[in-house]
Every structure is written in structure tokens, then in C-alpha cells.
């Protein structure tokens, strides 16, 4: 059986998506039986395969422009899945890149929430994601939230497999601090101690502000040191995330780093005092694994996938509610015997999330995709 994935709409490794294609396709079990081959951008000809042995087909032809990729899938993925003898196709960008229509058993991958896609998409945008997503064979959901939003959206349950991501242990551990006044990873010199929120600040349902003024209320009622340090790249909501610092009283104690290099967060989050994570529109919720893994406990939304992700491990709140985040970090600092069971807790619930396992899941998915066909 020959696999092909696909690599258009993975940013070049340099996304969360992009991340997830890198440890998925580094974690393929090999098989006698089971060829794989990665195709895209001959720009990436190295980005995927430089721990593995697996073949790269380069499409020089196709534009690095985001929309014309896109036509590319709608019009001519079938012809190259034709041409490559593939007998199953993995899509792992299928929420931007699908074809539309399949002449070869298609698998998508979806590990965002396609319903808040859809309402902040083009007409013609929204039509092709959920046209493609109900003409592929199979679809993989990364938590069972996604499940039940494409099932709202009118996709055959039978055909949604969820498989959970990994993370890699190997990274995220308990790492043990050098220097217990402050965490030294350049170009920062980042204060102890202090509470992280890891999240691109692209969106208001990220709720960079209402933690923002959720720690602000903190400060003000305990006057404790803690910091509070916001770690992800600037988009498109920024402003108004840097507005809600500068009118806080606590502006002295919040800490913008701006784009943070993913291989620095395991030891950012080990030197945290806990993660605090108010994001409402989570599909998978790894950076609140991560967090765990790393041994610091760990406050979050009870929106989203977020329950489903972080079990019984975390302290759950209300985003919306700014004195109950407020209160959730108060608890998670000054609590010992609660910050204890979490972190116990959250070391043993997040061994279950292994790369291994989703690779395994995944080509068994794709395995099934190339069985129904006939």
C-alpha cells in the first residue's frame, strides 16, 4: 500500500500544524507492506524527512501563495494521486487544503474547531472545507469535541475516527531549575515567580484580556510578586491585548515576550509557578498538556476541548468570569495541597498522550480508508 501525505498548508514546519506533521510523520511505524511518500513545496523537500528515510516528491510548479495552493487541491491533487499510485491520501491541512472531490480514498485530519472556521470564512472558503470534508473517506479528529462539531455540521459520524495527539516527552519533563530567582533563556532573563500563558495573540476568544484583567484583581486582593508572562507571536488581536497591559496596575509585572522559539517552552513552563489557560476556542489543547508534562499544575476554561484534554487535572473556570479566573489563581498559587494533587495528577494523565500511539492510530485510520474503498 503507498501512502501519500500532503504538505501544502503546514507552514513549513513553522505552525502548530506544521509541528504536529513533523512528530506524526517522524513517528510512522515502518512495514514491509507500507510505503509512504510526502509531497508539497520542494521548499520543504527537507523540513519533514530529516529524521526518517521517507521519499519527498517536490511540486515546484505550485505557488507558495496560500490561495493558489488551495485551487491546486480543488483541481489537481486527484491528477498527482493518479500519477503517484498512491492508494490513500492523508490531508493533514484538510481544513484549508482538501480536494474537491476524491479519486482516491482521502483521510483528513482536523484538529481545529471547523465551525468557528467556517463563520470567519469567505462563502466560497466555508463551502469547499465542509464539501471536502464530507466527500473524504475518513476523517480524524483530534479530540472528541471535533468529532461533535463536524457532526453539527452535518459529516457522518461513522467516518470520524478520533486520535489524540502526542506530545514529546522527551522535551516536556520536569526540568531541573539552575537558579531559583530567575529563568534564563535568551534573550530573556524572565523573574520568578511567575504564572505563563503560551498562545498566538490572534484572537479574542484567546482571552489575553480578560486574564489580563482577571491578574490584575489577583495582584490587587493578595499583593503577592507573581508575574504574569504572555509568550506567542503578535496577530491580529495584539492591540488590544498591549491597550488592557497598559491600563492595568499591574503593568509592571506583565511580561509580553512577543514570538518565543518552541524549543525554549519546556523550560519556560518549568519554571513557571503554574499555566493558566483561558483560551475558549481549544479543538486540542496541547500547550495544556505540555504544562503538565513539565510538572507545573495547571488552571484553564471549561470551554472547548479543554475538559476532555485535561481530564481531572486541572482547576477549570469561566472565562468570561474575571473574579472566578481571579479566584482559580489564587487557589492554584496559594494552595499546597491542591497544587500538589495537580501536578501528580497531570504527570500521570498526560503519559497517555504518545506519538507513537497517534502514529499508529493514524495509519490504521488510513489502512480502513483504503479498505472501504473496495
Not at 539552575?178 to 498562545?199: E, G
Request: some cysteine; charged content about 20%.
Amino acid at each position: 500500500m503507498k501512502i501519500g501525505i500532503d504538505t501544502f498548508g503546514c507552514e513549513h514546519a513553522r505552525s502548530g500544524l506544521g509541528a504536529y506533521l513533523k512528530s506524526l510523520v517522524d513517528h510512522l511505524p515502518a512495514s514491509d507492506t507500507v510505503e509512504y511518500e510526502l509531497f508539497g513545496s520542494d521548499i520543504d523537500r527537507y523540513t519533514y524527512t530529516d529524521e526518517n528515510d521517507i521519499q519527498f516528491y517536490g511540486l515546484s510548479s505550485v505557488s507558495e501563495r496560500f490561495w493558489q495552493q488551495r485551487l491546486w487541491h480543488l483541481c489537481s491533487a486527484n491528477r498527482l494521486s493518479a500519477r503517484r499510485a498512491y492508494d490513500v491520501v492523508l490531508y493533514p491541512a484538510a481544513v484549508h487544503m482538501l480536494p474537491w472531490s476524491f479519486s482516491k480514498p482521502g483521510v483528513a485530519i482536523v484538529n481545529d474547531i471547523v465551525s468557528l472556521i467556517i463563520k470567519n470564512s469567505s462563502p466560497f472558503a466555508a463551502l469547499t472545507v465542509t464539501h471536502g470534508l464530507r466527500r473524504a473517506s475518513r476523517i480524524i479528529a483530534a479530540s472528541n469535541f471535533i468529532k461533535e462539531d463536524l457532526v453539527n455540521l452535518g459529516i457522518a459520524p461513522d467516518k470520524i475516527n478520533v486520535v489524540y495527539n502526542g506530545i514529546d516527552h522527551s522535551q516536556f519533563y520536569q526540568h531541573p531549575l539552575l537558579d531559583n530567582d530567575t529563568v534564563t533563556i535568551k534573550p530573556f532573563a524572565i523573574k520568578r515567580p511567575y504564572l505563563i500563558y503560551a498562545s498566538r495573540m490572534n484572537s479574542a476568544s484567546k482571552k489575553h484580556v480578560e486574564l489580563i484583567r482577571a491578574f490584575t484583581l489577583f495582584k490587587e486582593k493578595t499583593h503577592m510578586p507573581h508575574r504574569l508572562v504572555l509568550a506567542g507571536g503578535d496577530g491580529s488581536f495584539a492591540r488590544e491585548i498591549e491597550k488592557a497591559v497598559c491600563a492595568s496596575s499591574a503593568v509592571s509585572d506583565i511580561f509580553m515576550t512577543g514570538y518565543f522559539p518552541a524549543e525554549s517552552f519546556p523550560e519556560l513552563y518549568s519554571g513557571a509557578e503554574a499555566c493558566i489557560f483561558p483560551s475558549v476556542s481549544e479543538g486540542v489543547g496541547l500547550p495544556v498538556i505540555e504544562a503538565m508534562a513539565t510538572g507545573i499544575p495547571v488552571a484553564c476554561s471549561r470551554s472547548g476541548a479543554l475538559p476532555e484534554i485535561a481530564g481531572d487535572s486541572a482547576v477549570f473556570f469561566d472565562s468570561d468570569n474575571i473574579e472566578e479566573i481571579a479566584g482559580a489563581i489564587e487557589r492554584i498559587v496559594t494552595d499546597t495541597g491542591l497544587r500538589d494533587r495537580l501536578v501528580e495528577s497531570g504527570l500521570a494523565w498526560t503519559k497517555q498522550f504518545q506519538w507513537n500511539a497517534a502514529a499508529q492510530q493514524t495509519l490504521d485510520v488510513l489502512k480502513m480508508a483504503a479498505a472501504d474503498r473496495w
